[in-house]
Structures are given as structure tokens and as C-alpha cells.
């Protein structure tokens, strides 16, 4: 590909600024990357000069955005957070999973997604750990849109403790407590057992946190657990299966919350027999995830989870 050259241009006014920045782009040779880089600046200049921000609200957004990076490490991917508290992350997810083919609906990654959890056979128990909580049983199936079962699916699951920590927080979880992997036999089904997810707050001891306390927000996220369902010829689906209450649901720090992925889950305080030798209460939750056909991908995990 020939580049444009570009003439070189002293700025004299504001009004040179955003044309005289775009024309040094315009040699850029990946056109996806020139079109990124260009809106992307024409749209931040229009917000300076709508904004008008001083030079010391200049120092402290930059600050701000470095301390992101800062607070980045093997345990936590703050620059994720932000995303996710900024709304960012939601509106990517709906771009690009809203077309709604009769497919489970998809719900953002989250910033605790470590990648390499063990795999279990159906049935087997997540909770590692001496974790408190109320047993959960949870089963389903996954099928394509037409409910025809996928034999062989990969589900990746992962939670939060009921204590509010992933374990990768928490060094009194072991590692890897409440992550594993399952595949779905030959008519789609699976099972496995937990402990029923509760609330948390997000991380808020770094810039996110200090964000959130100057917009008087509160960091809680819904009680949830994070599902990966993935199988060859299948569009590859990151979503969460919620329980709490609508008023925890529309407040979700992160707008992750969808009616549409609402699990339920089903207090049982009685003996029941499924499950006689469980005490009660324990509860159970039911789900189908349809798939739409397509491309299998698998995310990048934000962070490693290795423990300091």
C-alpha cells in the first residue's frame, strides 16, 4: 500500500488542533486502525473543548488513568473494572451478541476470569474450600436454538465465595475454589454442585474505588455465577446466571444485570429425594443455554489468579 504523505502543519488556534492531529493519522496503513484512531480522537477533542477542563483536571485524569495500569497485577485487572463500572463493557457486549437468534443471552466477562480451571466430572462439587453458604445444586443442558442437545459442550464456570472474595482475593480459599470445567454428556445435560453465589462488592481500593466513592455509587455487584459455554460450530457464549433481588439487580455496579439470564433458584427447606443427605436449606437451579451457530472463540483471561 502507497502512504499518504502528509504535510507537516504548525497549529496556530483551536479550531487547527483536531484536523491537523487526524491528517498525521491518515498514513496509517490498517484502514480498522485509522478509522479506530481517528473517531476515537475526534471524539475525545470534542469533549475537551465541550468540558473545558483545567490543566490541574487534566494532571488528575492522567494520574488517574496510570494508577489503573498501577493497580493492574496477577490478581486483579483494574483496567477491566473501569470498563465495566464506566458501562463500556456492557455496551461492547450488546455490539456484538445482540442480534438475539433465539441464543441465551450473553453478559460481560468480568475482571476475575483466570482461565485454566480444573476439569470435573459432572456432579463433582466446586467449593474446594471450607466455604459457607447454602448447597447449591445446579443442572441444565445446552442446546442449539432449535433445542437440539450438544453433546460435548465445555462449560467454564466460576463465582464468587459467599464472603464476597474470588479465591484469587482470598488466601484462605484454596486455589482455584468455586472454577472447574465440565462438558455435557450425550444429551446435552450437566449437573454439577456449589454453593448458592451471594452479593459482593467490586474491588475498591484503587482509582475505581475512588471513582466510585466521588460519584456516590455503591460497588455492589448481584449475587451471579459466570458461565463460558463453547462447542465447535458454535458461536462461543460469556454469560452470567443471576439470583437476587430486582432491586440488587438494577443497581449492578457494572449494568451487567439482564432479566433475560435470571436464574431460579429454588430454597428448599425440607428433606428431598434427590438429595435426602443434604441439610437444609439447600437450593437448586435449573438452566438451558441455546447456543446460535457460528465461530468458537475463547476470551483472554484478565488476570493469572496466582496467588502473592
Known amino acids: 500500500m502507497q502512504h499518504v504523505k502528509v504535510e507537516p502543519k504548525l497549529i496556530s488556534t483551536l479550531e487547527d488542533v483536531t484536523p491537523t492531529v487526524v491528517t498525521a493519522m491518515a498514513a496509517t496503513p490498517d484502514a480498522r486502525l485509522r478509522t479506530l484512531m481517528e473517531s476515537a480522537t475526534r471524539h475525545l477533542h470534542a469533549f475537551i473543548i465541550e468540558t ?38 456492557t455496551l461492547i457486549d450488546l455490539i456484538n451478541n445482540d442480534g438475539m437468534q433465539g441464543e441465551t443471552m450473553s453478559a460481560l466477562l468480568g475482571p476475575f476470569y483466570r482461565g485454566k480451571a480444573p476439569a470435573c466430572a459432572c456432579g463433582d462439587c466446586i467449593a474446594r474450600s471450607d466455604t459457607p453458604g447454602p448447597k447449591l445444586f445446579f443442572q441444565g443442558k445446552v442446546t442449539g436454538v432449535g433445542g437440539m442437545p450438544i453433546a460435548g459442550a465445555k462449560l ?28 455435557t454428556d450425550a444429551d446435552g445435560s450437566f449437573h454439577f454442585v456449589s454453593v448458592k453465589p451471594a452479593g459482593y462488592p467490586v474491588p475498591t481500593d484503587g482509582p475505581v474505588g475512588e471513582l466510585l466513592h466521588a460519584q456516590r455509587r455503591r460497588p455492589m455487584r448481584p449475587a451471579h455465577i459466570h458461565f463460558i459455554v463453547s462447542a465447535p460450530g458454535y458461536k462461543t457464549l460469556i454469560t452470567q446466571i443471576f439470583s437476587d433481588t430486582p432491586e440488587a439487580l438494577a443497581d449492578d455496579v457494572v449494568f451487567g444485570a439482564k432479566q433475560q439470564i435470571v436464574g431460579d433458584f429454588v430454597e428448599h427447606r425440607a428433606p428431598h429425594p434427590d438429595h435426602p443427605d443434604t441439610p437444609s436449606p439447600f437450593y437448586t437451579c435449573e438452566y438451558q443455554f441455546r447456543l446460535t451457530q457460528g465461530e468458537s ?8 489468579g496466582t496467588k502473592s
Open 156 to 183: 467454564d464456570v466460576w463465582q464468587a465465595s459467599p464472603v464476597g472474595l474470588y479465591e484469587n482475593q482470598d488466601p484462605d480459599q484454596e486455589d482455584f475454589n468455586l472454577r472447574g470445567v465440565f462438558h
Open 52 to 89: 473545558l477542563p483545567t490543566e490541574a483536571e487534566f494532571e488528575k485524569a492522567l494520574q488517574w488513568i496510570a494508577a489503573l495500569g498501577h493497580h493492574t497485577n496477577e490478581t486483579n485487572n483494574e483496567v477491566v473494572l473501569a470498563a465495566d463500572v464506566l458501562g463500556a463493557s
Open 297 to 304: 472463540t475463547y476470551p483472554v483471561p484478565p488476570i493469572s
